[in-house]
C-alpha cells in the first residue's frame, strides 16, 4: 500500500504554519522552555499518546458525575470541585504535551512521517472529546440557563468542521493551517480552574447583553475555520473534483447524523446526548484519519467513506419508526461497534508500518517510536 511506503521511507515531506499571535508570542517561547527538561530518552510518541490519555480521563472523570449534562445546571453543582481542578491541569498538561511532540521528535532527530500520522490520527479523536468535557461547564438547557442538545451537536460539528478544513487545506496545497481556535480554545482551562474555585454558578448569570459567558468560551472554542491568506498558495490539485472530494464524506456524514437528529421519533439526542454525541465525535475522527492518510500518501480518498452504509440503515430504521423502543439500545450497540472499529483501524494501521522492514529499520535506528517500543 502506498501510504506504508510514503510513511515509513521518508518521502512525506511535512509544512505547517501557525499565525496565531497567541502561539506565537506566548505559547510558543514557553514550549520551548519546557521542552528543554523532557527527558532525551523519552519518545516522542510517548508524549503524544500521553496527552491524549489525560483528555480521555478527563473525559469519563466527567462523564461518571454528569452523564447527561445536568449537573452544573443547579446551584451549587453536582461535581465536584476537584473535578473540575482535575480537568483544569489534565487539559492544559494534554495541550502541552501535543505541543511540544513534535519540538522533542526533532531535538532527538526522530522525527518521522509515521510520527506525524500517529498525532494528528489522535488529535482527530481528542478533538471531540475536548468539547464534549467542556459541555459540561455550559450545562443542558434547563429553562433558566445552560445550552440546548441540538445547539451542543450544532458546535461540535463546527468544530469538527474546523478540524477537516485544515486537513483538507493540507491535501489541496501541502500546508497544514493551524486554526487560530487550538490555542484560543485553552482559555478553557481557566474555565475549569475558575469553577472549581468560584463555582457553577458563575455561569448561570448573563455577562454582557445578556450573553452568558459559556456563550464567549464557546466562540472561542470555535475559533476561525478560514483564513483568506490560505488562497494565495499553489493548489496541487487541478481538478476541482479531485480537490473537493475529500469533503465529500463528511458532508454526507453530517447530512445523515443531522436527519437522525431531526426525524428521531424517539428523540435520541435529548434522550441520550452523551452517548450521540460520543459516537459523532468517533465517525467523524475516522473519516479524516483516511484523509489525513490520503493527503500524506498522496492519493485519492475513497468517495463514499465505509462508514456511511451501516449508518444510513440505522438512520432509515430509526426515523422510520422500524426501532421503536430499541432505537435507544442500537444507538449504544452502533456506538460500541464504532468506536471499536475506529480503534482497531488506528491500531492496523500503525502495526503494519512498524511490522515492514522500513518499520523495523526505523526503531532500530532509535526512530520516533524510540525507547518505550524497542524495549517491549
Request: hydrophobic letters at 45%; glycine letters at 6%.
Amino acid at each position: 500500500c502506498k501510504i506504508y511506503r510514503y510513511v515509513l521511507t521518508g518521502i512525506y515531506k511535512t509544512h505547517a504554519v501557525d499565525t496565531n499571535p497567541l502561539s506565537v508570542y506566548i505559547m510558543q517561547p514557553i514550549w520551548n522552555k519546557i521542552i528543554k527538561i523532557v527527558p532525551l530518552w523519552i519518545a516522542p510518541n510517548v508524549l503524544t499518546f500521553s496527552g491524549f490519555v489525560m483528555i480521555l480521563v478527563n473525559y469519563f472523570l466527567i462523564s461518571f458525575y454528569d452523564w447527561d449534562y445536568t449537573a452544573s445546571g443547579t446551584s451549587p453543582g453536582l461535581v465536584p470541585t476537584w473535578v473540575w481542578l482535575f480537568s483544569a491541569f489534565t487539559t492544559f498538561c494534554a495541550y502541552a504535551l501535543d505541543s511540544i511532540d513534535g519540538k522533542h521528535a526533532r531535538r532527538t532527530q526522530s522525527s518521522t512521517p509515521l510520527g506525524e500520522l500517529f498525532d494528528h490520527g489522535l488529535d482527530s479523536w481528542a478533538t471531540s472529546i475536548f468539547v464534549l468535557s467542556f459541555f459540561s461547564v455550559c450545562s443542558r438547557d434547563n429553562g433558566k440557563t445552560g445550552v440546548s442538545v441540538y445547539t451542543m451537536y450544532i458546535y461540535l460539528s463546527i468544530v469538527l468542521f474546523n478540524f477537516t478544513c485544515s486537513h483538507w487545506e493540507k491535501y489541496n496545497t501541502g500546508v497544514l493551517f493551524l486554526p487560530w481556535g487550538y490555542d484560543i480554545s485553552q482559555v478553557v482551562s481557566t474555565a475549569y480552574l475558575l469553577t472549581g474555585a468560584v463555582g457553577v454558578e458563575v455561569w448561570q448569570k448573563p455577562f454582557l447583553f445578556g450573553y452568558y459567558i459559556t456563550d464567549a468560551l464557546v466562540m472561542l472554542l470555535i475559533g476561525k475555520c478560514l483564513d483568506p491568506s490560505h488562497l494565495k498558495k499553489t493548489l496541487k490539485n487541478d481538478s476541482l473534483y479531485e480537490g473537493l472530494l475529500p469533503l465529500v464524506s463528511p458532508l454526507l456524514l453530517f447530512i445523515l447524523l443531522t436527519v437522525w437528529v431531526v426525524l428521531s421519533p424517539g428523540n435520541i439526542l435529548a434522550k441520550q446526548p452523551r452517548l450521540f454525541l460520543w459516537m459523532v465525535g468517533v465517525a467523524f475522527s475516522n473519516v479524516i484519519c483516511k484523509v489525513i492518510i490520503c493527503q500524506m500518501s498522496s492519493t485519492q480518498p475513497e468517495l463514499f467513506h465505509w462508514f456511511l452504509f451501516p449508518l444510513a440503515l440505522v438512520v432509515y430504521a430509526a426515523i422510520s419508526g422500524l426501532l421503536g423502543w430499541t432505537e435507544e439500545v442500537v444507538l449504544a450497540v452502533f456506538t460500541a461497534l464504532v468506536t471499536a472499529a475506529h480503534v482497531h483501524y488506528g491500531v492496523c494501521v500503525v502495526s503494519r508500518c512498524l511490522q515492514s522492514s522500513h518499520g523495523r529499520g526505523a526503531l532500530r535506528r532509535g526512530g520516533r517510536w524510540g525507547y518505550l517500543t524497542e524495549k517491549n
